[in-house]
Nanobody, 117 residues
Framework: QVQLVESGGGLVQPGGSLRLPCAAS????????MYWYRQAPGKERLLIAT?????????HYAEFLEGRFTISRDNANNMVYLQMNSLKPEDTAVYYC?????????WGQGTQVTVSS
């Protein structure tokens, strides 16, 4: 069965950095695009980064990120990462790893990121 497990969240000061790993299992990881979403309190879940199967780094990003985040993947170890730099209080949210397989969305449990001084 498909499993996605995020980690790496926590409390960070404005301007700081975090790296979120997501461990994937139960499917042929290297053949699927991977996504990161986030959901702030009281707001809808938003797609923030996408990486295609064959791309090791780089991808497509939500414009409001202003180039501060980078998505990457390690197909040998079934991992996808979100590097977040220059964090702002408005980046506070639960961050989710996602993949779409046969029209079914699969989600991890999410990891909380709080940006506050």
């Amino acid at each position: 069965q498909v499993q996605l497990v995020e980690s790496g969240g926590g409390l960070v000061q404005p301007g700081g950095s975090l790296r979120l790993p997501c461990a994937a299992s139960g499917f042929t990881f290297s053949t699927f695009a991977m996504y990161w979403y986030r959901q702030a309190p009281g707001k809808e879940r938003l797609l923030i980064a996408t990486i295609t199967p064959e791309t090791r780094s780089g991808g497509h990003y939500a414009e409001f990120l202003e180039g501060r985040f980078t998505i990457s993947r390690d197909n040998a170890n079934n991992m996808v990462y979100l590097q977040m730099n220059s964090l702002k209080p408005e980046d506070t949210a639960v961050y989710y790893c996602n993949t779409l397989i046969v029209l079914t969305n699969h989600w991890g449990q999410g990891t909380q990121v709080t940006v506050s001084s």
